[in-house]
């Protein structure tokens, strides 16, 4: 069936360093692709999406790419702030929808002042 | 517009035990899930509706009851709850291009 993999966490960064979080899946078909961010005590929210190959998703100055021929799709920022500190899930739909996510295990972010 | 309301925030239940988590959204969304979120394994989706009257079952249903009799609601029941059920539940609706979260419901069966 289908799945995502995400880089282990918990990471944690200082003020403006670069951010890299890594996704792979593994799907038949054709699958869309999204970051969903969790802020504490709160529900998902979408933070980006791809639904085809060399697409690029963007928002918030976080910046993923559908990378069809490694299966990736890695989420990067190049200065985080404290306020980015979250969990960040990498999830697929098969079909073209937002529907019936697959989501990854979730990695968890923290940014120092 | 108060989005994807879900109650209660957090339960306690003995083993056994049945209750049911409710479920709102004032967006007229078609689409509602629910998810249960476990430590290192994500969120994973029990059941699902495509409208008033349409339920499906999602990865890991078993356990778990849902019915759609409007479009504003889909309440998840628990008829005898089990440890194993312990977890965060996160209730869904949206379109075909984006799902709206709930808060969340805290779920601790003893």
């Known amino acids: 069936g289908d799945s995502v993999t995400q880089m282990e966490g918990p990471v944690t960064l200082s003020e403006e360093a670069f951010l890299t979080i890594n996704c792979t899946y593994t799907?038949?078909?054709?699958?869309?692709l999204f970051w969903y961010v969790q802020y504490p005590g709160e529900g998902l929210q979408l933070l980006l999406k791809?639904?085809?190959?060399?697409d690029k998703g963007s928002n918030k100055g976080f910046e993923a790419t559908y990378r069809k021929e490694t299966t990736s799709f890695h989420l990067e920022k190049g200065s985080v702030q404290v306020s980015d500190s979250a969990v960040y899930f990498c999830a697929l739909t098969a079909s073209g929808s937002a529907r019936q996510l697959t989501f990854g295990s979730g990695t968890q972010l923290t940014v120092l002042p | 517009n108060a989005g994807v309301t879900q109650t209660p925030k957090f339960q306690v239940l003995k083993t056994g035990q049945s209750m049911t988590l409710q479920c709102a959204q004032d967006m007229n969304h078609e689409y509602m899930s629910w998810y249960r979120q476990d430590p290192g394994m994500g969120l994973r989706l029990i059941h699902y509706?495509?409208?008033?009257?349409?339920?499906d079952q999602g990865e890991v249903p078993n356990g778990y009851n849902v019915s759609r009799s409007t479009t504003e609601d889909f309440p998840l029941r628990l008829l005898s709850a089990a440890p194993s059920q312990t977890s965060v539940y996160f209730c869904?609706?949206?379109?075909?291009?984006?799902?709206?979260f709930g808060p969340g419901t805290r779920l601790t069966v003893l």
């Open positions: 791809a639904t085809k190959a060399d």
């Open positions: 799907a038949t078909g054709y699958p869309s």
């Open positions: 509706s495509v409208g008033a009257g349409i339920t």
């Open positions: 869904a609706s949206g379109t075909y291009n984006e799902q709206f």
